[in-house]
């Protein structure tokens, strides 16, 4: 007879902490790739759950604004929904978010975010509760995120003023790409970032988990 695990269980992850190299590039550049987390099987039930609680998402009532034009604003609103697996891997992963911050983080939120037509997300910084974001692609295939060092600093005003202008260069930024069997790392709260545009070839969804530090 088999054993299933408990449906609270911890998720069966390869690693829970950062390698040196990891903690180096995040501490110099505010982001860093953690592949190699998870094995295929819970990347697989991650993507069933993403598409699962798809049909119950709703745009968050709060979260980082960037101020263009309603029309646009309203469009890029992006659906979000949780889900247990979601939940015990995000409080799965703090040690590593502790580890690779040095900070003593606490989870915040975690939710699946859905892409139709295509994969832009505005030019933006996150909320204070997110000073360590976590993404990976739940299902189908989204662009990379651009981040913005030269950026930090600036006023999410100053974030819509360039994503208004019709000559700021959306290619433009450091290209940061989601691992398939982990995340991609940054420093949400203070590193703007942004994803120009792109058709998707389908439905897709990224898992965003966050974690804000308690001092």
């Known amino acids: 007879m088999s054993l299933r695990p408990a449906p609270d269980a911890p998720p069966p992850l390869l690693r829970t902490t950062a390698t040196r190299a990891e903690r180096g590039s995040f501490a110099a550049h505010g982001h860093t790739r953690l592949p190699g987390l998870w094995d295929r099987a819970l990347a697989e039930g991650l993507a069933a759950e993403g598409r699962e609680r798809w049909a119950r998402?709703?745009?968050?009532?709060?979260?980082?604004?960037?101020?263009?034009p309603a029309g646009?604003?309203?469009?890029?609103?992006?659906?979000?929904?949780?889900?247990?697996?979601?939940?015990?891997?995000?409080?799965?992963l703090t040690g590593l978010g502790?580890?690779?911050?040095?900070?003593?983080?606490?989870?915040t939120f975690a939710a699946y975010g859905y892409y139709e037509d295509d994969d832009e997300v505005l030019l933006h910084v996150d909320t204070e509760q997110c000073d360590l974001t976590l993404?990976?692609?739940?299902?189908?295939?989204?662009?990379?995120?651009h981040v913005h060092p030269a950026l930090r600093g600036s006023s999410m005003e100053r974030l819509g003023v360039l994503e208004r202008d019709p000559a700021w260069d959306r290619a433009g930024g450091v290209r940061l790409t989601y691992p398939a069997t982990g995340v991609a790392a940054l420093d949400g709260r203070t590193l703007p970032h942004h994803r120009p545009a792109g058709p998707l070839p389908g439905p897709s969804a990224v898992a965003a988990l966050c974690y804000r530090s308690l001092f």
């Open 72 to 92: 646009r604003s309203a469009r890029r609103a992006t659906p979000a929904a949780g889900g247990p697996l979601l939940a015990r891997v995000h409080l799965a």
């Open 98 to 107: 502790r580890a690779l911050t040095g900070r003593l983080l606490v989870p």
């Open 135 to 145: 993404l990976t692609t739940a299902f189908g295939a989204v662009g990379p995120l």
């Open 57 to 68: 998402a709703a745009p968050p009532p709060r979260g980082p604004r960037t101020p263009v």
